[in-house]
């Protein structure tokens, strides 16, 4: 996974592969650099576990979502889609990982940040190339929301 673009740091409607719900998944990863921005500016480290829950489960909901499409419809760039994820999967384990491990809050939050900068550039140059695999359907589901944890 290595990318040499360069990174837009909003969301564009160029962006869509239309498909509402996954379009809106896309959407939030870029809005959540300003929250990751508000966290930073209140050195809020529960902040930042509230962040990493929320990716922890981005990676695993709308993973699977973008998959299940994948294989549905034959998409040919399946395979490096897929291989990208499993590499996000295990970024975001390591910042758990190291937030559990009570390390510092700033390499908490460069972890957090590198892992956000290269899931906006995955959803600019690898994600874009799903355009059109499907017709736009109704969303149906929800915004993808952090677990209640007992």
Do not use: P
């Amino acid at each position: 996974m290595c990318y040499s673009v360069a990174m837009a740091r909003h969301w564009d409607a160029d962006l869509k592969i239309g498909d509402e719900h996954i379009d809106s998944h896309h959407e939030e990863i870029f809005h959540l650099v300003s929250t990751l921005d508000g966290v930073i500016r209140k050195n809020d480290r529960a902040g930042l576990g509230e962040l990493i829950s929320f990716l922890e489960h981005y990676v695993v909901e709308h993973f699977q979502e973008e998959e299940s499409l994948m294989k549905k419809t034959r998409f040919k760039g399946f395979k490096e889609h897929y291989s990208d994820h499993i590499v996000f999967k295990a970024r975001i384990a390591s910042v758990r990982r190291m937030f559990d491990a009570g390390i510092h809050t700033t390499h908490v939050v460069y972890g957090i940040r590198q892992f956000v900068d290269q899931l906006m550039l995955h959803i600019q140059t690898i994600d874009v190339k799903m355009v059109g695999i499907t017709h736009v359907k109704k969303n149906t589901s929800k915004k993808i929301t952090k677990k209640k944890q007992k």
